[in-house]
């Protein structure tokens, strides 16, 4: 009996596997001979999507046979195969990335940190005032304050120079700042601001799975990081690390249009603190003080031990609950294709960098009239490649978008451009929300509220991202033939003014 159920489920796999090739020809990576012609003006050029073949697709069926559903095996493992990727202690599957950065903000709010580290009502966590939204909705979420720091125009993270006006003695806890677009930000300065001030960092590496920083190994040292990355090696001088494995907590998203994806889904990852991963873990299940993981019981061997809060003695583990939790855990399915995406990540960062490269490259006659963006640290680029001050921190880019600024002397807008490639099926995207402050949601919040926002100084750099700027896919399911037609068409409509 057992061995024809395997056969049944093999003969189901292998079905399923010729239903995908046949079905989803259109997902496969850019560089795959099976994938379908791409069809100038017909085709659609996306900005990003899910890039997956036959394998994804099985993973998900045999996942889906098994039926264990919430998360099990699959999820238990993708977890340890991030962390040990990153090479952090640990990694925590959510429901999305969004998720990842409410539960990485909450988590320094608990009771179990430290008392004159933990976030509480009415403190200060400085933001970027450029970027996604959920990188900021969490400090407001969690009634704390965020104060706004302006933005840098050449790489599009978070400027530096206002660090200082944006810190309270006191009041400011904790910086919570994304990589834009797949470009590290000066991890070195903030680093050094945090420890100066003994601030939390929180990496919003939604956007940048698979970045690297190179940092002076003096220098890196003194920060508390002698080890590189499992895998990379800077040479005896420099420790080299994954963006996402430098700060207290990093987040990931796993949507569609990110460096891997689930469909849904995201990760808290605990960089060195197991007892953050104990506490975010009671956040992301429902507040529980339990860590037992689902169909399991008494993990502790203490189940019917525990005496806390003024419950009765031996109340049962399970239900006692430290936190105001959510439930915010993807599922099993989502695990599994996750573990295949996974494999493909380093072919999929080196699609990235090649992508990118080649619109630099197709645009470099077009610098009348846009500014291009410039990795971290990089001083300039050339048809040779980037420069930098080879005894300084650097930055290599697992770029999640090609950035472009028009610039203000162009005979046309950023605007204008983006309709004209949206009517030429060229997918492209605004840099998110822009200047956050601008937003609706913001505005209303400064009017009926004015003491719950900090700013700290001119945003003028967030207002000529939000502007100007708009931003190119770079996804590996980007064919040479589609990144042709993309530099063709911009060329173009250039030319027409």
Not at 133 to 141: K, L, M
Not at 333 to 355: D, S
Not at 360 to 384: I, V
Request: aromatic fraction near 10%.
């Amino acid at each position: 009996m057992t061995q024809n159920i395997e056969q049944l489920k093999a003969q189901i796999l292998e079905l399923t596997r010729e239903y995908s090739r046949q079905v989803h020809g259109m997902n496969r990576p850019g560089n795959d001979a099976d994938r379908p012609p791409f069809i100038a003006g017909k085709s659609p050029v996306a900005y990003a999507g899910r890039v997956f073949t036959e394998d994804e697709v099985e993973a998900a069926v045999s996942s889906t046979l098994d039926f264990w559903l919430t998360l099990g095996k699959e999820g238990a493992a993708f977890e340890a195969e991030l962390a040990s990727l990153l090479g952090i202690k640990a990694t925590l599957l959510v429901n999305s990335g969004s998720s990842a950065n409410l539960i990485a903000l909450s988590t320094l709010t608990s009771p179990l940190i430290d008392a004159n580290r933990r976030l509480r009502t009415g403190d200060e966590v400085i933001t970027c005032a450029a970027g996604f939204p959920t990188t900021v909705a969490p400090i407001i979420q969690n009634g704390c304050i965020p104060v706004f720091v302006d933005s840098d125009v050449h790489t599009g993270n978070i400027n530096v120079e206002q660090l200082e006006s944006a810190f309270t003695e006191g009041q400011t806890k904790a910086i919570m700042i994304a990589h834009t677009l797949g470009n590290p930000f000066d991890l070195a300065t903030v680093l050094q601001f945090c420890k100066k001030h003994h601030l939390w960092l929180i990496e919003d590496n939604c956007d940048a799975l698979g970045c690297t920083y190179t940092m002076p190994k003096q220098l890196a040292n003194d920060l508390g990081f002698t080890k590189n990355s499992p895998g990379l090696d800077a040479g005896e001088d420099f420790i080299i690390r994954y963006t996402g494995s430098w700060g207290d907590i990093s987040t990931q998203s796993f949507y569609p249009p990110h460096h891997l994806t689930m469909g849904e889904g995201g990760a808290v990852n605990i960089v060195s603190s197991m007892k953050l991963k104990r506490i975010a873990e009671s956040f992301r299940d429902w507040g529980r003080d339990c860590w037992c993981p689902s169909g399991k019981d008494n993990t502790c061997g203490k189940r019917f031990d525990w005496q806390l809060g003024e419950l009765p003695d031996g109340y049962d583990h399970k239900y006692i609950y430290s936190h105001l939790g959510y439930n915010l855990k993807p599922l099993d399915i989502q695990a599994a294709i996750g573990r295949v995406q996974l494999k493909r990540l380093p072919e999929f960062i080196n699609t990235r960098k090649q992508n990118w490269e080649y619109l630099r490259r197709g645009l470099a006659n077009l610098e009348e009239f846009f500014d291009f963006s410039l990795p971290t640290h990089a001083t300039s680029w050339s048809l040779s490649g980037f420069t930098w001050d080879e005894s300084a921190c650097q930055t290599d880019c697992s770029w999640f978008g090609f950035l472009l600024l028009v610039k203000p002397t162009s005979p046309f807008t950023n605007s204008l451009l983006a309709r004209h490639l949206d009517n030429l099926k060229i997918g492209n995207r605004m840099l998110f929300g822009g200047n956050l402050l601008k937003q609706p949601v913001m505005v209303q919040l400064k009017q009926e509220s004015p003491d719950k926002i900090k700013i700290a100084g001119e945003m003028t750099g967030a207002d000529i991202l939000m502007n100007q700027g708009l931003f190119l896919g770079t996804y590996p399911g980007l064919t040479q033939a589609m990144l042709d037609y993309e530099i063709e068409q911009i060329q173009q409509f250039v030319k027409s003014y």
